[in-house]
């Protein structure tokens, strides 16, 4: 059974730093890609940043060059640097993996940004 656990949440100040990381346990399989989505109150499910097997990347627009989504395929780990945090980057940050048609969430993570 995969296993996602996010870390590295907290309280921040605006212009702060966060980093998150995502560990995945259970399996040895390499995920085809990994990601970070994000949830604020009354808000949609968005993507951050994706990451795939080749190392390719992509983020969303309200992230792009403050956060760095990066990869150990070794470890089946995936990390979020997050700089720059202002207080619309508040929301539970989730960790995703998916292998061909299977998708894998872990439980989440709350990152406040205090203005």
């Known amino acids: 059974q995969v296993r996602l656990v996010e870390s590295g949440g907290g309280l921040v100040q605006a212009g702060g730093s966060l980093r998150l990381s995502c560990a995945a346990s259970g399996s040895t399989i390499s995920f085809d890609a990994m990601a970070w989505y994000r949830q604020a109150p009354g808000k949609q499910r968005e993507l951050v940043a994706r990451v795939s097997g080749d190392g390719g990347t992509n983020y969303g627009d309200s992230v792009v060059g403050r956060f760095t989504i990066s990869r150990d395929n070794a470890k089946n780990r995936v990390d979020l640097q997050m700089n720059s945090l202002t207080a619309e980057d508040t929301a539970v940050y989730y960790c995703?993996?998916?292998?061909?048609?299977?998708?894998?969430w872990g439980q989440g993570t709350q990152v406040t940004v205090s203005s």
């Open positions: 995703k993996a998916r292998y061909g048609v299977m998708s894998y």
